[in-house]
């Protein structure tokens, strides 16, 4: 059996559409809360997949969250390795910042289903059922900047850096591909004073993500799975 390894920051934001992907191509799937694990004790290069997860830190917070210094080393192990991890927001912030770029940010919030825009090589890729315009969850105030040899693949009028690869191992989204819009509600309130402050009406999210319904899932889950099937 393969096995996957999830490392998550908050419990509701979790694997999503993906999870179930996962486990019917046969996937172990062994959770680790990056808040509370001896990260120190993980074995990082074992799983088939490693999938770091998002959260309302940044990636350049270490000082405040100090755990965060032993996740980046454990994504340094895994990139090291050569074998497969996908990072989805703060996830692909931390791989961006190991592979030397920057990431800060943008100084606004770009929460909302919105659609991205491709690139050539997006285009070419496996999110190219994205360019026909269906709108994903964005949920961050922090960008990344593209790695160095690394592809760029999408990106929004807002932040220009929504998604790249190296190769067939690393993926890194910003936007929340793996977001069941009829699963939402959780995001809503777990996030409530973040939407406060921004001035952002759940009502509004809510009433997106019922407009989407089941329609993106199976959009979603194709396109992990295509980028699984990458040798």
Same mark, same amino acid.
């Given at each position: 059996?393969?096995?996957?390894?999830?490392?998550?920051?908050?419990?509701?934001?979790?694997?999503?559409?993906?999870?179930?992907?996962?486990e019917h191509r046969g996937y172990e799937l062994h959770t680790v809360d990056a808040t509370l694990a001896d990260l120190t004790a993980i074995d990082i290069v074992s799983p088939d997949l490693v999938v770091v997860l998002g959260g309302p830190i940044g990636a350049f917070d270490e000082q405040q969250y100090p755990f965060l210094m032993h996740e980046l080393?454990?994504?340094?192990?895994?990139?090291?390795?050569?074998?497969?991890?996908?990072?989805?927001?703060?996830?692909?912030?931390?791989?961006?910042?190991?592979?030397?770029?920057?990431?800060?940010?943008?100084? *606004?919030?770009?929460?909302?289903?919105?659609? *991205?825009?491709?690139?050539?090589?997006?285009?070419?890729?496996?999110?190219?059922?994205?360019?026909?315009?269906?709108? *994903?969850?964005?949920?961050h105030g922090d960008q990344f900047q593209i790695p160095v040899g690394a592809q760029r693949l999408a990106g929004t009028a807002i932040c220009p850096n929504q998604a790249f690869s190296m190769g067939s191992a690393v993926l890194g989204l910003q936007f929340h591909l793996e977001v069941d819009p009829l699963c939402l509600e959780p995001w809503l309130v777990g996030h409530a004073?973040?939407?406060? *402050?921004?001035?952002?009406?759940?009502?509004?999210?809510?009433?997106?993500?019922?407009?989407?319904?089941?329609?993106?899932?199976?959009?979603?889950?194709?396109i992990f799975c295509d980028w699984l099937d990458l040798a």
């Open positions: 059996m393969k096995s996957a390894l999830i490392i998550r920051h908050l419990a509701f934001e979790n694997l999503g559409t993906l999870e179930s992907v996962l080393a454990l994504v340094r192990k895994r990139l090291d390795s050569g074998r497969k991890i996908l990072g989805i927001c703060l996830g692909a912030q931390l791989i961006a910042r190991v592979l030397g770029s920057q990431v800060g940010s943008m100084g *606004v919030k770009e929460i909302g289903f919105a659609p *991205v825009t491709l690139t050539e090589k997006g285009q070419r890729s496996y999110l190219a059922p994205l360019a026909e315009g269906w709108p *994903v969850l964005h949920w004073a973040e939407l406060g *402050v921004a001035g952002i009406e759940p009502v509004d999210l809510r009433d997106q993500a019922q407009a989407l319904g089941a329609r993106l899932a199976p959009i979603a889950q194709g």
